[in-house]
């Protein structure tokens, strides 16, 4: 299955998309599978775990840009199913 990386490059998900679910998780984040766009899920709070820069900027509130430059990248980094 290819990253979500791989996706956004041949257009299956969209920067909006990517955005909204980048914003959607900060305002929730709450674990468990969440649709990124048709057909695409992911749990974003598990991809968060697997990158520990991610993780990290969770952990520090004061970092508003550094934690939505981190779950982006979380998520890119990740296979949806």
Known sequence: MPTVADLRTT???TDEQLD???MAYLADPCPGPRRIAEGLTLDIAAA???FRQAAEAMRRKDVTVARRVAVRTAILLARPS
């Open 48 to 50: 968060v775990a697997d």
């Open 20 to 22: 909204a679910a980048v």
């Open 11 to 13: 257009k299956r998900l």
